[in-house]
């Protein structure tokens, strides 16, 4: 008897064994055809827009929970007109690129600049619109030049290229409290932080800084005289994937040509 349960008993973990095996199988596989689908997006019939849902107002959540702004409008008409669906998706953005690669999203295209190291690792269509990383502080401050931040602190969002222009202009830099500036994983955060006190102004995208205070009410707020560059947002696409680039290219000319750009960017830049 006990020769007989000790022969069920091996059946029994050779079974589970198998079970396992085919389990592990079935998950490479799985992996393996995840890795495959980031190839040729332009066969996609639905795709990912990875973005950062605070980014005022290129893409964030409304009032009512619901992912809007320039950049999604604009998105949805270009996909709209390719026939196919499209899925907004909130990412880390001081990771974006990792996210592109590793085929979470399929672009990403929320306020997005080019620069020369972004040009190595990723494909990008051509500029849909320029932008200037610019200085707000808040109207009472007492601030009123780029010279009056000296020993003071300032906010700014990890990754962006707004930090990217306060490294190009070293000596603001250097004359800022600790020599750097407070990194946040978003700009609504930073703006806030300013706002009560605890730092003294935000290097942030124009654009953003702009519609951020006119909705809060600009009295409140200064932008400072002057700049620390100039930059042009585009649309990042995984390397290689030329066909899907050169497709979303096509579709923003002819949103721009026929009028429907005008349409969307009165919409959010009044």
Do not use: H
Not at 103 to 130: A, C, F, H, Q
Not at 155 to 160: D, F
């Amino acid at each position: 008897m006990k020769k007989n349960l000790l022969k069920k008993l091996g059946v029994g973990v050779l079974a589970l064994v198998m079970a396992v095996g085919l389990v592990g199988c079935g998950g490479n596989k799985g992996a393996k055809d995840d890795k495959s689908s980031k190839g040729d997006t332009s066969a996609k019939s639905s795709v990912i827009v990875g973005m950062d849902n605070t980014f005022v107002p290129m893409g964030f959540l409304d009032e009512n929970n619901e992912v809007t702004g320039f950049d999604v409008d604009l998105a949805k008409e270009v996909f709209k007109r390719l026939g196919k669906e499209v899925t907004f998706e909130n990412i880390d953005w001081a990771t974006k690129e990792a996210s592109l690669d590793r085929g979470t999203v399929d672009m990403l295209w929320n306020g997005y600049s080019i620069n020369d190291e972004r040009k190595k690792i990723v494909d990008y269509t051509e500029p849909y619109m320029e932008n200037k990383t610019i200085v707000v502080v808040m109207a009472d401050s007492g601030i009123n030049s780029l010279d009056d931040l000296k020993d003071k602190e300032v906010g700014t969002q990890q990754g962006s290229t707004a930090y990217e222009a306060l490294e190009r202009n070293k000596e603001f830099k250097e004359s800022l409290k600790n020599k750097d500036a407070r990194l946040y994983d978003t700009f609504d955060k930073a703006l806030r932080d300013m706002e009560i006190g605890r730092t003294q102004g935000v290097v942030g995208d124009e654009v953003l800084i702009r519609y951020y205070i006119s909705q809060k009410g600009s009295e409140k707020y200064k932008v400072l005289d002057g700049d620390l560059g100039t930059e042009t947002y585009v649309v990042a696409v995984r390397k290689g994937d030329s066909k899907f680039r050169d497709e979303i290219n096509e579709k923003i000319k002819e949103i721009k040509k026929d009028g429907t750009y005008d349409k969307i960017y009165a919409k959010y830049f009044k």
